[in-house]
């Protein structure tokens, strides 16, 4: 079974955004980390590796600190990484970064793609469904569990108010939703035998792709911060009066009522 695994390196959690001069997050002295939801991807794909045997390939897009989430991926048991790196990516869209990964991944053998099922920094939830389309091959999302059979794959899947149960012929792309599993650390021993495990970078060229052929189809022109959370408001008094005085608040103040 050839598994691929796509990842995302992400902006900590617990981070402190930040803003330059031009609009665009600083990512200076901000932690980075795999797309949590990449990391369920990633443990399914190596559970999957076990079970039926093959190997575990993991491909992101980046600079040189891309690297470092493929190493983290390859300490936890994954057997190979690419990471495609060029100036290029830095302005692409997702249709521009789905052209890439697409090539990329025609270079690999695959039975099965897999895909954390949002990316906390944007939340576009696009990379992977396009991919599909892109590859030709059906896709799934959501899956809180999945069971390989032969040729095919049985996903059960989120939706509104339950789950659906979906049988998939081979080869198809995964994205994974937290339930999946529960994602292992890196051993030390995994870390050490992850220095000597491949990890190729590739530039567009190697591709047979030039920044021309990627002008996105979408420009962000400006990023904000939220406004600051305002403090709560504490309403004394009796109950009745206290919840007419609410009433009130939500009415004028708040606008929604």
């Known amino acids: 079974m050839n598994i691929v695994v796509l990842i995302k390196q992400t902006f900590d959690t617990e981070a402190k955004i930040v803003l330059d001069a031009n609009g665009k997050i600083d990512a200076n002295g901000v932690n980075l980390i795999i797309n949590p939801y990449d990391e369920y991807a990633i443990e399914e794909g190596i559970r999957l590796k076990e079970k039926l045997g093959g190997e575990v390939t993991v491909v992101t897009l980046g600079g040189a600190r891309a690297q470092e989430a493929v190493r ?22 997702d249709w521009a970064n789905v052209e890439i990964i697409a090539k990329a991944v025609a270079q690999i053998p695959f039975d099965i793609i897999l895909s954390g099922r949002i990316a906390i920094d944007d939340g576009a939830s696009q990379t992977a469904v396009r991919l599909a389309e892109a590859l030709s091959v059906p896709s799934v999302s959501s899956v809180i569990k999945l069971e390989a059979t032969g040729d095919q794959l049985v996903a059960t899947r989120e939706i509104d108010g339950g789950t ?53 189809k979408m420009v962000v022109t400006k990023m904000t911060l939220p406004d600051p959370r305002k403090a709560g408001i504490r309403i004394p008094g009796e109950a009745a009066d206290a919840a007419k005085e609410l009433a009130k608040l939500l009415h004028e103040e708040a606008k929604v009522l």
């Open 72 to 93: 983290t991926a390859l300490a936890m048991g994954v057997d190979k990484g690419v990471v495609v790196s060029d100036p290029a990516i830095d302005t692409s869209d």
């Open 164 to 216: 659906e149960l979906i049988e998939v012929a081979l080869p198809a792309v995964i994205t994974a939703q937290k339930g999946l599993n529960e994602p292992r650390y890196p051993s030390v021993a995994g870390i050490m035998k992850a220095k000597k495990k491949p990890l190729k970078t590739l530039t567009l060229a190697d591709l047979g792709l030039s920044a021309g052929d990627l002008a996105p």
